[in-house]
């Protein structure tokens, strides 16, 4: 039987608040982040199921290898979770996402050197 979304993100919640002690806070709004200070992973809820789901995904990366992962590696890393976890697969919407975000993510980079210079 194949995992739901809706129980993907209970499941990965679970893990994450049992193995890692970080709390996911799915609220309207929220930063799309973790926060290793507060141990939180916010998901902002107003999103779609699916992306909440994928945004979940590459935080729960950022707690369990290290919140410097790169953005590259934490969405590689988010593709092994799915398999250990037996978590629903993924789509094409999936890497929709992962290539928007580090897309984004080094451009905003790239706009920060270039004010440093």
């Not at 707690?63 to 890393?77: Q, Y």
């Not at 978590?87 to 706009?111: A, D, G, H, V």
Request: one cysteine or more; hydrophobic letters at 35%.
């Amino acid at each position: 039987m194949m995992t739901s979304i809706e129980e993907s993100i209970n499941i990965l919640s679970s893990f994450l608040h049992n193995e890692c002690d970080v709390e996911v806070r799915l609220e309207e709004s929220a930063d799309n982040a973790y926060f290793p200070s507060i141990a939180v992973v916010e998901i902002d809820s107003s999103m779609g199921l699916e992306e909440q789901y994928h945004t979940l995904l590459h935080e729960a990366s950022h707690v369990i290898l290290h919140p410097d992962t790169s953005e590259e590696h934490a969405w590689l890393f988010a593709e092994k979770i799915v398999e250990n976890l037996n978590l629903c697969s993924l789509t094409e919407n999936f890497l929709r996402l992962k290539k928007e975000s580090i897309q984004s993510y080094s451009n905003n980079k790239l706009q920060e050197k270039t004010h440093e210079g």
